[in-house]
């Protein structure tokens, strides 16, 4: 049982302004694993005036990027040291599968601080330019106090996202983790008094979505980071417009695979394991849509259901579970909800269906949908769980016009023997990435979204730009 009954504000430990505290239950037992104070908009507001403090008057912006990154490095090498951890404490609290969670809720997490605490050497912090009338010096400057809010379902690997730029371009930072997976932001805050980061530059404050909104609309607030649904997307980048604020939105997907004539069905099949329904199909990026050429249809079914049948569910702390809970009951009601929603629309279960896997705990048995069109709501929306619907197309301009009908436009990929050939599908898929015989979100690499799946990047140089200012300064040639 871990409890912690104050908040990470200001450098140290504060008591919470409310009496509200936040449960965790594991999703595997059902039972109370940790307790944490709500956070109030009392609480929010302390903690925007403590990054504000450190903005303004602190050490933290004044810095040059080289001392910022040598105390991030510290940060990094002890995350390193401790990641294990860290991956079992996310697995306890929402039920990736420990196999998946030591990569992608840890060890990736702990890459992505790696990453932006090197680039602080080799980025452009400054160059002049040569203007009409004289020389120009053009800069980067941190945006300010940042908001980072978060999802439960890969809650280091984005609040990471947002944190380590962030950092290194010396903003200061106000993260609000979900309420389902609080702990691990106590953990990431013990090894950041550790690693001697000064005071208010991250505070923290786990609590709900109205509390959540209060952050978004707060005044000292420059910067909002947001990933999330598209549905609190939408208000959140409402608010930002309304102020002017700057705001970087990671949104829902429903993407696709695209399974061409020449693949290789063994390796193609193996890697929907990671693509499709990783983190028991609870990820943005992940290739729900599973499209096949009809030449083939039979064939890719029959291999899926083999494969997704086949899957170990059970216990998420066990290494050998593929497939674990889903994070809360209501999430298994969605998404059993959904497996109802696909048989009254015509779909085929060709694997899984309603009866739960374990009689304790919020298991769905993964599921493949057989005959689907692309116009069933099984097929639009994000079920966010273990369910696959496969969709046979006709030729490969039908296969590009299918995964581009989608409100979406987060991630994909295409299968083939001809990587080359390949590219070229993957260039006409309108999302912010697209795999070929893979999957992968790299460290150096923008990730983002098309249409409804947000605005801005984060990772690479251009997730750093979204926090920096850049400012011009002109000045008469000398004679
Ligand atoms: P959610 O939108 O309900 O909540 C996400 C976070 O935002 C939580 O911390 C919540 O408390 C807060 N929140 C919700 N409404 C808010 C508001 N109006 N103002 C301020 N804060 C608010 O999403 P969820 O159910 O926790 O997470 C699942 C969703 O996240 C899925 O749609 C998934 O696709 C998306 N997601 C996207 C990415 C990406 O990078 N594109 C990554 C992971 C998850």
């Known amino acids: 049982m871990r409890e912690h009954d104050r908040f990470f504000i200001g450098g140290g430990w504060a008591a919470p302004a409310g009496t509200g505290t936040i449960e965790v239950i594991s999703p595997h037992t059902e039972e109370v694993i940790g307790r944490v104070p709500e956070g109030t908009e009392a609480d929010i ?47 306890a609290e929402m039920g990736s599968p420990l196999g998946f969670s030591i990569f992608g809720q840890s060890a990736i997490p702990q890459m992505v601080l790696q990453y932006y605490t090197d680039l602080a050497a080799s980025y452009t912090w400054e160059d002049e330019r040569q203007g009409m009338l004289g020389p120009v010096t053009v800069t980067r400057e941190p945006i300010g106090v940042v908001g980072a809010i978060v999802p439960w379902n890969v809650p280091q690997f984005t609040l990471m996202l947002k944190l380590a730029p962030a950092l290194v371009a010396g903003c200061t930072v106000v993260a609000k983790p979900s309420p389902e997976t609080p702990l691990d932001t106590y953990l990431l805050a013990e090894w950041m008094l550790e690693a001697g980061l000064p005071d208010g530059v991250v505070n923290i404050v786990p609590a709900g979505r109205e509390v959540g909104a209060h952050l978004v609309a707060h005044p000292d607030v420059d910067k909002v980071s947001f990933t999330g649904s598209t549905a609190a997307g939408r208000k959140i980048g409402a608010v930002c417009g309304e102020q002017l604020k700057r705001v970087t939105l990671e949104l829902g997907g429903k993407s696709a695979a695209i399974v061409l004539e020449d693949a290789d069905l063994a390796s193609t099949i193996e890697g929907f394991k990671l693509a499709s329904l990783m983190n028991n199909g609870q990820a943005c990026a992940a290739q729900t849509r599973i499209l096949a050429p009809r030449s083939r249809y039979d064939e890719v079914a029959d291999a899926l259901a083999a494969m997704v049948g086949g899957l170990t569910v059970g216990d998420p702390s066990d290494f050998g579970s593929e497939i674990g809970p889903l994070v809360a009951r209501r999430q298994q009601e969605r998404v059993e909800g959904y497996i109802r929603l696909g048989q009254d629309e015509g779909a085929k279960i060709i694997t899984g269906g309603l009866d739960r896997p374990h009689d304790r705990g919020w298991y769905v048995a993964p599921t493949v949908f057989g005959d689907v069109r692309n116009d069933m709501r099984i097929a639009r929306e994000e079920i966010f769980g273990p369910v696959l619907a496969l969709i046979p197309y006709e030729d490969e301009d039908d296969a590009v ?77 000398s004679a």
């Open 401 to 477: 016009r299918i995964a581009n009908d989608s409100e979406y436009g987060l991630g994909g990929s295409v299968w083939t023997a001809d990587p080359d050939h390949g590219v070229e599908v993957a260039r006409r898929i309108r999302t912010g990435s697209c795999g070929v015989n893979m999957y992968v979100i790299d460290p150096n690499t923008p990730f983002g979204g098309y249409k409804n799946s947000g605005m801005g990047r984060e990772l690479g140089p251009e997730g750093l730009a979204a926090y920096l200012e850049h400012k011009s300064i002109p000045r008469p040639a």
């Open 45 to 91: 507001d302390a903690a925007v005036a403590a990054a504000r403090r450190a903005f303004d008057e602190g050490p933290w912006p004044r810095m040059t990027p080289a001392e910022r990154a040598e105390i991030l490095g510290r940060l990094s090498a002890i995350y390193a040291e401790r990641q294990q951890e860290m991956a079992e404490l996310v697995t």
